[in-house]
Structures are given as structure tokens and as C-alpha cells.
């Protein structure tokens, strides 16, 4: 299990001034994601770290149905 003390990442308090979606408000204050320029975002650790998670799950779930 990863503890949120051991990963350097950076939270914000208040929310985006460009962020216009509850969603993308979110995921900026909370780390996963950084904006780089207009329209371009990155990916943080603990956002790959999640994303990567979601994609085992789906996929478990995928194999688990019978689908390819």
C-alpha cells in the first residue's frame, strides 16, 4: 500500500483560475495532473499511479466476461 506521506507531490488550496469543469478543478488542486501550456496536461506520479489502477480493474473485469 502506498501511504501519501512517502510521495512528493504538490496539492493546491484553492481552485485553478482556468479550470472551468468540477472534474478538472479536482484532479489539478489534488496532483494528478499538471498543466504544461494551454490545452496540454501531464500526467503526475500519483495520477499514473491511479490511472494504471483503473486500467487493471477494467481489464480484470474485461477477462473475467469472456471479452477480448
Excluded at 32 to 55: C, D, F, H, K, Q
Amino acid at each position: 500500500m502506498l501511504k501519501m506521506s512517502s510521495l512528493f507531490l504538490r496539492t493546491l488550496r484553492d481552485d485553478p483560475a482556468d479550470a472551468e469543469v468540477a472534474s478538472h478543478k479536482l484532479l489539478v488542486r489534488a496532483g494528478y495532473v499538471r498543466r504544461i501550456a494551454a490545452g496540454i496536461y501531464s500526467w503526475l506520479p500519483l495520477g499514473v499511479i491511479t490511472l494504471r489502477n483503473i486500467e487493471r480493474v477494467i481489464r480484470e473485469e474485461m477477462d473475467a466476461a469472456g471479452f477480448q
